[in-house]
């Protein structure tokens, strides 16, 4: 079963796109930008320079949203993650740290041990599976919105994702 585009983003989107109402935009920002800042430093950007990203970020789907608005936040996170790639081929970012060296931490891992345990098990998987995790089981994305970021078919999503979880 397909997990539709919510009803409150689409709305948003609709009013942004057809009236260019800029405070249906801003309702969007708000909520994705402090989950998008928390994703580019679990990535391995720096904080000051995640902020960078992020506008950069969201110029860059203003200008493309309104042509395909179906999964605003796959193309917001693939704009972003793409950004962090160049930053790092360019030398303008902090180079790729894993999500364990990070300073940005998941809420649920509510003691030392649990942290500790869950740097060392992220760091035992490729990059592509760390991205799904963080994005899927941290910042709270779709399988749906997962499939759009990393372009793969949303079963292939679904099934990678909480590999980690069934151990």
């Given at each position: 079963m397909t997990e539709p585009v919510p009803a409150a983003d689409r709305r948003l989107l609709e009013r942004y796109c057809r009236r260019g109402d800029e405070a249906s935009f801003n309702t969007f920002y708000q909520s994705q930008a402090p989950r998008l800042w928390r994703y580019l430093c679990a990535r391995?950007?720096?904080?000051?320079?995640?902020?960078?990203?992020?506008?950069?970020?969201?110029?860059?789907?203003?200008?493309?949203?309104?042509?395909?608005?179906?999964?605003?936040?796959?193309?917001?996170?693939?704009?972003?993650?793409?950004?962090?790639?160049?930053?790092?081929?360019?030398?303008?970012?902090?180079?790729?740290?894993?999500?364990?060296?990070?300073?940005?931490?998941?809420?649920?891992a509510d003691s030392g041990d649990d942290r500790e345990y869950l740097r060392a098990l992220m760091n035992t998987l490729p990059e592509y599976e760390q991205n799904l995790l963080l994005l899927r089981y941290w910042i709270g994305l779709t399988h749906k919105e997962l499939a759009g970021i990393v372009e793969k078919p949303e079963g292939t999503v679904r099934d990678n994702a909480p590999r980690l979880c069934r151990h």
């Open positions: 391995g950007s720096n904080p000051d320079a995640a902020h960078d990203l992020i506008a950069d970020a969201f110029l860059r789907f203003l200008q493309v949203v309104c042509r395909d608005p179906r999964y605003p936040a796959a193309l917001l996170y693939r704009i972003a993650g793409n950004l962090l790639t160049d930053a790092w081929r360019s030398q303008k970012s902090s180079p790729l740290q894993s999500a364990a060296d990070t300073a940005v931490e998941p809420a649920a």
